[in-house]
């Protein structure tokens, strides 16, 4: 097995260039030194240096040097990472679903801390599928995740729901255009009459609007069962369904200020010109959330503080999330 100290006498042979010396720098005498040549050099299956005239290295030598040396590099600064979290305290990594509102997310993730939990933490955003494989792994500690998804053994605080809004293209308000696909020819002569005829109002106009534009979506791998809860709950309106899928919320907004999408949102601040924003009420979309971990793993993390801390976080959002909706 290559070793971090096959590296190191490896690295004081090409930079010495002499192998008494070599064994000086890594500590040791020239026999051991020479032994852990021979094994680095039948781990990889070339010669490394050649011997012949002093001590020179082969070209598989002179290539595999500078990997040795970021190699190398790499373990230090892992060591010296280690040693500031370990100086500071118990680390907490924290993962946040994409789709938790920036605003919210920076509250959440800061409420340990204000809440006296004596941990530095770090915060990544990826999406459910894989905060759940973290969490399940040991990388991350706690995660916000969207609900529904299959936990595989890992326990969940209770969901909280966020109200959601409509964007959606305010040309397309009161427009009446047809969703990709669907013709005039579909409709019945009352509804073509009535969108001749009549006038809608605001409200009416946007979901028209919305229910003939595709929805704006993250990919479905991403959080399945959540996905299929979306489109499921709109299917059961009646409404047909098109989607589109987006790389995050911001290319979704693009695609709405361009006039070729709606996106449904948490983020009460997003928005753009062009854009029409209204609670989606009509169905209810909340955007559903829970805090998951490994509660094997927890109490070792010495992070049970911190998961009652982030489901009571999580609740107050729910709680002023609903009264700014109002």
Known sequence: MLTER???????????????????RVGITQPPLSQGLRRLEALLGVRLFDRERGVSLTEEGAALLPHARRALSALVELRDTGAREGADGQRLRLGLSPELPPRLGATVAASPVRAGVRARVSVVTAPTATLLTDVSAGRLDLAVVRHPAVLHGLSAGPVTLLPTWLLVPDDAVGAGRFA?????????PAHRSQDRTSTPGPRAAGARAARRLPYAVRPR??????HDLFLDTLAGRGQRVETVAVSD??????????????????????????????????PALP???????????????????????????????????AEAAR
């Not at 791998?221 to 959540?226: F, N, Q, R, T």
């Not at 070729?260 to 948490?266: K, M, N, Y």
């Not at 010495?302 to 982030?310: I, R, S």
Request: aromatic share 2%; no cysteine.
């Open 6 to 24: 096959h590296l190191e006498i490896f690295v004081a042979i090409a930079e010495e260039g002499h192998f008494g010396d070599a064994a000086q």
């Open 180 to 188: 990709p696909g669907e013709t005039d020819a579909g409709r019945s």
């Open 221 to 226: 791998a991403e959080a399945p069962a959540a």
């Open 249 to 282: 919320e911001r290319a979704g907004l693009a695609l709405v200020a361009a006039g070729q999408a709606v996106l449904v949102t948490a983020d009460e601040s997003l928005t753009a010109d062009g854009v029409v924003r209204r609670p989606a009420t009509a």
């Open 287 to 321: 955007l559903r959330l829970r805090v998951v971990w490994d509660a094997r793993r927890l109490a070792a993390a010495d992070a049970a503080e911190a998961a009652d801390v982030l489901v009571d976080a999580l609740a107050s959002a729910h709680r002023t999330s």
